[in-house]
């Protein structure tokens, strides 16, 4: 099984979230939110806090808090088809 170093954060993230009550995941969740843009699709895109966004995927996590920003210097335009 190969990890990367981005991988890692996701599994101690996740470590951190299994330790935690009831109580403190619904107050770390009511407290965080992912900034994200629109882009293609009208689909957000998260631009930061990517390791413990997958770590609550992988935990189940159904819903959390997203703030859109309102610029971003990508160009959505020259995104391959395969991406």
Sequence with gaps: MTVTVGYR???AKR???KT???????EVIASHWF?????PEKLYYIVD??????????EWVK??????????????T???SGA
């Design 15 to 17: 470590e951190h979230w």
């Design 49 to 58: 806090h990517h390791h413990l966004g997958l770590a609550l995927l992988e």
């Design 63 to 76: 819903e959390v808090k997203v703030g859109r920003c309102s610029r971003t210097s990508h160009d959505w």
């Design 9 to 11: 954060e996701v599994i």
């Design 20 to 26: 935690l009550g009831k109580k403190a995941r619904t």
């Design 78 to 80: 020259k995104r391959s």
């Design 35 to 39: 900034p994200a843009v629109l882009g």
